[in-house]
């Protein structure tokens, strides 16, 4: 078991490696993004499936909340966090659209619209980037494998190298954490 342990944490480290080398000005730009999404009095909407819907509410909340640093509160909604509208529209409807409704709601232009999908396939998370474009905001698709069909869809795209979830998850994650540095550094 420890070698498989090893293997893991080796796995896990060798992909962060090549985040770094291959990923960090697609990360400052997402970044700037983001700010500017703020700045500007915009919002950042956020959306994925099973852990990726995980990450989209811890994601809002460092910005609604705080990350390390007290400052304002920053305009952040994860389209994952209400479950009433999540059951009703699933079942009245489909779950393929219900990220796009809830876009067409909340969204307009000049917000950003972050899309978290860790094999780019995720047929709700497409149509909600498709959504998003028409509405005038930004995306950035958090991605991982080969970006699969989501690649060439947004406007900053962050694709993890490695065909591994959990630690395609553990990049997004990291990745997450560096842009509210950023954020944090900017905002009182």
Known sequence: M??????????????????????????????KAIIDTFKNGNK?????????ASQASHFAAEFVG?????RKSLPSIALTADSSFLTAW???YNYDTIFERQLQTFGKAGDAFVAISTSGNSENIIRAATSAKK???HVIGLLGKNGGRMKNMCD?????PSD???VIQENHLMIFHMICEFVDKEFD
């Open 2 to 31: 420890q070698n498989e342990i090893k293997s893991m944490i080796q796995e896990s480290i060798e992909a962060k490696r090549l985040v770094g080398e291959t990923l960090a000005q697609q990360i400052e730009k997402a970044a």
């Open 44 to 52: 950042v909407i956020l959306a994925g499936n099973g852990g990726s």
């Open 66 to 70: 705080r990350y390390k640093k007290e």
């Open 90 to 92: 699933s079942n009245d």
């Open 135 to 137: 509405l005038g905001m």
């Open 156 to 160: 900053i795209e962050l694709i993890i």
């Open 164 to 166: 591994n979830t959990p």
